[in-house]
């Protein structure tokens, strides 16, 4: 069975707290073959330096460049199978006690490769104009096949999610299928005590896409050809994803939780910048879609959006996990 090279890509800035357990989510993944892209925008809290540690612990420093703006290494991480199973316990369970309150199956078991298990490591830090600037070097540094974005705070559900999809796909292409983005359902945390499976779909995605994007593995060369435009603050990846799809990329949705996307914290309140870039983004492909994006946020994002911030945030996430949508 085919394994392709997979290029996971971490952007971060200034977020100590959370760094690590992405980290982790990666390291623990039992797929064969993983090049681990982070890249940090000159952070000024210990994030940089807790990477670098991180890295040095665990890996062989193969390179490093240094100058006052920049720092840049490259590490190799190997093991065998016999060290991958006590390993991913290691892991497994420093993981689980992190996510415990949130959802057990996260911690379940996973097969282990016959392979040896390697990660590339490559990390940057260094000053960027936005998380799409930072997002496009870490596009340009992959070398994979596939291309993944997890950034600071999101997390894997399990640590046999990459090999679980990639199963899929291989199933997927002997059977004479193609695409160009794969991409699977994600683990919504609202709170410790409040949480949901959301389910991706496979409607049209002309003008958004409609799975979470870190559920998302990308042809790399489908990425380096587009890449993110940076012009856009908050919904670059939403261009990117109508891009590819109107000009004819294919995407195939499996029924396999990829990402445990964490939204406690994230402001509920309306975005006007993200109308706004929507907007623009609807704009290219229907001269139309700004005048009738507009009536469905007046008729209905404000309203809704007005009556669930009036309700205690405890009662909120839980009507959210029992009454909120159950699929993109």
Request: proline content about 2%.
């Amino acid at each position: 069975m085919h394994f392709p090279l997979v290029s996971i890509v971490t952007i971060v800035y200034n977020d100590i707290t959370n760094i690590a357990q992405t980290m982790d989510s990666v390291i623990s993944q039992d797929y064969p073959s993983i090049e681990y892209i982070l890249i940090d925008g000159a952070s000024s809290d210990g994030t940089k330096e807790l990477i670098e540690s991180k890295i040095s612990s665990c890996a062989t420093i193969k390179k490093k460049e240094q100058t006052d703006s920049r720092l840049y290494i490259e590490a190799l991480y190997t093991q065998t199978p016999h060290q991958q199973t006590h390993q991913q316990i290691l892991h497994q369970q420093t993981f689980s006690l992190q996510t415990s309150s949130q959802a057990p199956s996260i911690a379940k078991a996973s097969h282990t490769q016959e392979s040896q298990k390697t990660i590339t490591f490559k990390f940057l830090s260094q000053k960027d104009s936005g998380i799409y600037d930072a997002m496009n070097k870490g596009i340009d540094l992959a070398s994979g096949e596939w291309c993944n974005f997890m950034n600071s705070g999101d997390r894997f559900y399990a640590n046999d999610s990459i090999s679980q999809l990639f199963s899929a796909y291989n199933a997927y292409i002997s059977g004479g299928g193609a695409a160009s983005i794969i991409y699977g359902d994600s683990f919504i945390v609202y709170s410790p005590k409040h949480f949901k499976i959301l389910r991706s779909t496979t409607t049209s995605h002309k003008y958004r896409h409609h799975f979470i994007h870190q559920s998302a593995f990308i042809d790399s060369a489908l990425m380096k050809h587009h890449k993110y435009d940076t012009s856009f603050k908050i919904a670059g990846d939403t261009d990117f994803f109508a891009k590819a799809y109107n000009n004819g990329a294919i995407f195939k949705h499996f029924e396999i939780i990829i990402a445990s996307f964490n939204v406690e914290g994230i402001s509920s309140n309306l975005s006007f910048l993200m109308f706004k870039e929507d907007c623009k983004i609807g704009y290219k492909y229907n001269k139309f879609f700004p005048f009738f994006y507009a009536l469905k946020y007046i008729f209905w994002v404000i309203p809704r959006v007005c009556i669930r911030n009036a309700i205690p945030k405890s009662f909120r996430n839980r009507a959210r996990v029992i009454f909120g949508a159950k699929t993109t």
